[in-house]
């Protein structure tokens, strides 16, 4: 199937664009590293944020839309997606600028896994809170939200019951979800030091996609920032990588090649292939992948950990075995008094 690219978005049109461009040099990436690792960074990444894909119907065309997902209760459903991907006619980013969501050939899976998380989130408001029978919108934060894989659903699938809002310190993407999404979607840049520009208890519902997988040093400021923004009877969704992604890393080999990475970056590294074949080892793992981007590790927690570190600041209502792609294992949870 060959991909017709669309010319570039007229949403917000007017609106001036900031994201940076590919970096082309060695003093460009010289530059943009000092940005990465100074005080209050932002993330610098490449972005092609000119040019888009159609939407994801449009790109599934005649094919069948079916996706393998896992849901809260640990099932292994198929999602038939080839009707409700009608009712999004937003564009899809490329490659470069949706986190590894689905390759350019298999641009449609971006777009289907954003609906999985998005039924599986419902899922849990309606399980774990009274959200749904309040007056007001339910008032929902993506944080590190990306180019809106997930708040695209929010407004096409949740318009009249969801206030939609995202934030991410890569204004690559901030600048692609202003430009190419639903005025509806209200975005902020931040940075990597852990505030928000939000008063206490402003969300109903927080949610975190591929975010604490790779938050090292900060991990406990991070979540009590969370804490702070979430009202006391609201929810919190954040993915980890737990023993249940680990027993399925084999199974994937560019996660794989990807901790394989670790031996390069730090040179007293021994990650084998044989290290996966049994239960994590220590409670929590850290592999560093990249040298020199901020965004350069991915973290690795047990159940028990979350349970006994998390567990001091929210009251863990689940931890939903593989229930982010089938793969990272969502942490459902409420702010403890």
């Not at 564009?91 to 896994?113: C, K």
């Amino acid at each position: 199937m060959k991909l017709q690219l669309w010319p570039r978005s007229n949403n917000r049109s007017s609106k001036r664009i900031h994201a940076k461009p590919k970096l082309k040099n060695a003093a460009n990436q010289a530059s943009a590293a000092q940005t990465r690792h100074s005080g209050d960074s932002i993330r610098v990444k490449e972005t092609d944020i000119g040019t888009v894909l159609p939407p994801g119907f449009e790109l599934l065309g005649d094919r069948p839309g079916i996706l393998r997902y896992t849901d809260l209760d640990g099932n292994e459903l198929s999602l038939d997606y080839k009707q409700v991907v009608k009712k999004d006619r937003m564009p899809i980013p490329m490659p470069v600028d949706r986190e590894h969501y689905g390759t350019l050939e298999n641009s449609p899976y971006y777009w289907a896994t954003g609906y999985a998380d998005w039924l599986n989130v419902n899922e849990a408001v309606k399980r774990y809170t009274q959200l749904d029978q309040q007056d007001t919108k339910t008032r929902v934060l993506d944080f590190g939200c990306a180019s809106g894989r997930f708040l695209r659903n929010c407004c096409v699938f949740g318009a009249d019951n969801f206030d939609s809002w995202g934030c991410d310190f890569a204004p690559a993407h901030v600048d692609w979800v202003k430009r190419h999404l639903s005025d509806q979607i209200k975005i902020v840049l931040t940075t990597n030091t852990p505030h928000l520009p939000f008063p206490d208890g402003y969300f109903d519902v927080v949610t975190a996609f591929s975010v604490f997988t790779h938050i090292d040093h900060l991990e406990d400021a991070w979540l009590l920032e969370l804490r702070r923004v979430t009202q006391p009877n609201g929810l919190l969704y954040l993915t980890v990588h737990n023993q249940a992604t680990w027993d399925r890393v084999l199974a994937h080999p560019t996660s794989l090649k990807n901790l394989l990475l670790t031996n390069n970056v730090e040179g007293n590294a021994t990650v084998t292939r044989e290290l996966f074949e049994s239960p994590m080892p220590k409670d929590r793992m850290v592999f560093r992948i990249s040298p020199d981007d901020i965004y350069n590790c991915d973290v690795w927690i047990t159940n028990e950990y979350v349970h006994q570190k998390w567990g001091r600041y929210f009251d863990i209502h689940q931890i939903a075995d593989n229930g982010h792609t089938s793969y990272q294992s969502p942490v459902i949870m409420r702010p403890r008094s």
